[in-house]
């Protein structure tokens, strides 16, 4: 998780930015579920109760399920999603050449596994 | 609420000033570079603040600062929890596919969406497609935007004088003229200024001029709000104290009912829109204008509403008194008045879920409803193309990385700011029910004159001018783009001179804005409701066949056509059932779920379907996208 410019130009580090792009699209998704669980698990259980004025709990200010659901789940997402802008994603020279055409190709060999 | 004076208008024409001078400076800078890529995309070459703001400033439309006031001021806290999934929309409408899309589009020279699919597939069917799509959604979407920019300025400048004299010359001077005379003077006056505006610096500046302007205008947002967040809770006292104050309150009544004069006047009497009555037992605001004939003891029928809180009653005779708000000396003969369908009666509604709702009796925001809007928020802003576009135009991954930062901070800010400042603006302006889309401007003429500062009132309301301004100028030139790029480069021309294709990009801006305005001086019945159709639309259309044709080395070019078509027919077909159990032109929740992940599912069978049963692609094809090395 080490941000790192890797030198460009021929097929192989195409094919590792496509893999290291996937491999932080996963991680960027287990981000999302994080933050999705704990914020509707949380809201579901506690932010659909009916609220007496008189027993009302606040935390800063606001309504205790809104800070422990919302608010503290927010702030941990933004932390999480600076953190991983910071070490999560490589650098990447994005201006590889394209130096195979189908055009000029003579193979026309049909992909056959994966 | 309006506060007489011409701030909003003196505001709008400084800020106007600025984004011209953003564009002339934008256009000098452009000289000498190829012209296309320049237009369309800013040569690639957007550092961190540029890329940043753009992307934030184009993804907060017009709605953030006049739709989503009103919402939070009409349903309480619940809009926190609808808003959540903004936490994460930064990281993944930017990081899921930025980096990999920004490579293709710069290894194929591809300028637009649909060229990043055609080039990717070296298919012109797919790329036709595309196009075809992203032009049919994108024009209900700029329609829209154009009739939210006339309507965000008529409602910002309703009390300007200055405003009010030229509505009345322009009146005078359509009146007959077809189609243009269906218009409201005021909403017509607001379009021109706005369209022209908008069209002008677009066709001047380009796409470097929309991020330009948009930087100043993701700046102009942030301070608005900043501010706005500190001159309420100073005036509301507090958040602990607006949240106890806001758990007292139970929603007003809506009602219609005929007023009476106490004696018969030689004159008609006058009732403007917001006026307040007090029928001795409660506070009555009117909600639209009505005048009681002259030698007449009636009015007709008028639109009221009535307050239920004794708070609420109480702030609103202090404004009274203050001469904040208007009262009328006439009573209410008769009125039938009408409770929320949910939360009436019900003190703390405004404080949890599902919120109070006039209309369902599920209330604002039932579980699933929260559970789609989690998914919809960042998955649907990964699909737009407005800002797919964008991805297109970072430098450099190091520019990705710190704009993610930077985004994630400022809707964090911005968004969790709008909900406790409107959330306090229920307590300090009661009846704004009566047309929940004026809080944001009457709130900052409020706080602004609460705080003896009123010349800053036209600072906090020049944050809707700004966000809706940012986006209208981006969809402007997507669809220019898929036009002149897509079409004329693609199809019909593709050796066209630079020249051609310059004077050509200018004419296609300028007839796509004229012709969007020319549509929205008489908007259709459902204009709102084809916004949602066309957003959902856009998303469902594209970000499947999209991610998969970057990540999968299987994915073919008609799995990419299946994928988008399969989206699309999936969102039209849920709409079309929508119309015809529910009658209204809004897509139908299967299973209670928002229907964009319905059209994700129908996206995602199309594309798998395809690549399971049709054509595998070539390897060397496979090779030059993907390497040698990697699989995936």
């Known amino acids: 998780m080490q941000s790192k410019i890797q030198n460009p130009g021929h097929d192989g580090e195409r094919g590792d930015l496509v893999a290291r792009s996937l ?29 007496n004025p008189e027993t009302l709990e606040t935390v800063m200010g606001m309504p205790d399920w809104v800070f422990w659901g919302v608010a503290v789940p927010w702030v941990l997402t933004s932390l999480a999603s600076i953190a991983f802008a910071i070490f999560g994603i490589h650098d990447e020279p994005l201006t590889t050449q394209l130096n195979v055409s189908v055009n000029e190709a003579t193979d026309t060999e049909a992909l056959t596994n994966d | 609420m309006t506060d007489g004076t011409n701030t909003a208008l003196v505001t709008f024409v400084l800020y106007t000033v600025a984004v011209f001078l953003l564009a002339m400076l934008s256009n000098r800078v452009a000289k000498g570079k190829e012209f296309v890529g320049e237009y369309f995309l800013g040569s690639r070459s957007f550092g961190v603040w540029a890329f940043a703001l753009t ?9 953030s600062f006049m739709g989503f006031p009103a919402l939070i001021y009409t349903h309480g806290w619940s809009l926190s929890l609808w808003i959540a999934g903004y936490m994460v929309l930064p990281l993944v409408s930017m990081a899921v596919i930025g980096k990999r899309i920004n490579q293709v589009a710069r290894q194929t020279n591809a300028l637009t969406i649909p060229e990043v699919l055609r080039a990717r597939f070296e298919s012109p069917v797919t790329g036709l497609v595309a196009t075809l ?59 021109i200024v706005f369209s022209v505006a908008v069209i002008v610096y677009v066709v001047y500046g380009g796409f470097r001029a929309v991020v330009w302007t948009d930087v100043m205008q993701g700046i102009v947002m942030f301070v608005g709000v900043i501010l706005m967040l500190g001159l309420t809770l100073h005036q509301v006292g507090g ?53 009681i004939p002259a030698g007449a003891e009636l009015s007709p029928e008028v639109e009221l509403l009535r307050l239920t809180t004794e708070a609420d009653e109480r702030r609103a005779r202090a404004l009274i008194s203050n001469k904040a708000f208007d009262r009328v000396e006439v009573e209410i003969q008769s009125a039938d008045w009408e409770s929320y369908e949910f939360g009436a009666d019900e003190p703390g509604v405004y404080l949890t879920n599902p919120g109070p709702s006039a209309s369902s009796s599920l209330g604002f925001l039932a579980f699933g409803s929260a559970i789609s809007f ?22 450099d991954t190091r520019t990705l990385r710190y704009s993610i930062i930077t985004v994630s901070i400022y809707y964090a800010v911005i968004y969790f700011s709008l909900v406790v400042v409107f959330c306090c603006a229920r307590v300090l302006l009661p009846g704004m029910e009566i047309d929940p889309d004026r809080t944001m401007p009457d709130l900052a003429t409020h706080l602004t004159r609460g705080a003896g500062m009123p010349w800053l009132a036209g600072i906090l309301v020049a944050a809707p001018f700004a966000a809706v301004m940012s986006s209208v100028d981006s969809f402007l030139l997507v669809v220019s783009s898929a036009v002149v790029r897509d079409l ?50 856009l998303a469902a259309c594209f970000l499947i066949p999209l991610v998969l044709a970057l990540y999968w080395r299987r994915m073919t070019s008609w799995a990419a056509v299946a994928g ?41 069978v199309a594309s798998c379907a395809l690549v399971m049963l049709g054509p595998k692609p070539h390897s060397i094809h496979v090779k030059r996208f993907f390497g040698n090395s990697a699989r995936s």
């Not at chain 1, 960027?28 to 109760?49: A, P």
């Not at chain 2, 159990?581 to 992940?597: D, H, K, M, V, Y």
């Open chain 2, 133 to 191: 799509l992203l032009i049919f959604f994108m024009f209900f979407y700029l329609v829209a935007q154009f009739k939210a920019g006339g309507k965000i300025l008529t409602t910002l400048f309703a009390g300007d004088p200055i405003f009010q004299s030229v509505v009345s010359g322009v009146g005078n001077l359509v009146s007959n003229v077809p189609w243009v005379n269906q218009a409201e003077p005021d909403y017509l006056v607001c379009l």
């Open chain 2, 488 to 537: 004329y480069q693609g199809f019909i021309r593709h050796g066209a001179s630079e020249k051609k294709v310059k004077r050509l990009s200018h004419t296609v801006t300028i007839f796509v804005g004229v012709f969007a305005l020319i549509f929205v001086l008489n908007p259709p019945r459902y204009l709102q409701d084809l916004i949602v159709f066309a957003t959902g639309g």
């Open chain 2, 374 to 395: 989690f998914i919809f928020w960042p998955f649907a802003a990964t699909g737009q193309p407005s800002n797919l576009v964008r991805l297109l135009s970072f430098k």
């Open chain 1, 23 to 51: 491999g932080e699209a996963k991680w960027i998704l287990l981000i999302w579920l994080g933050s999705f669980v704990w914020t509707l698990v949380y809201c579901g259980y506690f932010g659909y109760q009916s609220v």
């Open chain 2, 55 to 63: 992307f934030a400033a184009t993804n907060a439309s017009g709605g």
């Open chain 2, 239 to 291: 958040l602990e104290s607006a949240t106890r104050q806001l758990a007292e309150m139970t929603p007003p009544e809506h009602g219609v009912g005929v007023l009476r004069s106490s004696e018969v006047h030689e004159d008609a009497i006058d009732i403007p829109k917001g006026a307040w009555i007090d029928d001795g037992e409660h506070l009555v605001r009117v909600a639209e204008s009505v005048s």
């Open chain 2, 564 to 604: 988008m078509l399969g989206g699309t027919m999936t969102h039209v077909a849920l709409t079309g059932w929508g119309y015809w159990s529910e009658g209204e032109f809004r897509a139908f929740e299967f299973l209670g779920l928002n229907p964009f992940l319905w059209d994700l599912v129908g996206s995602t």
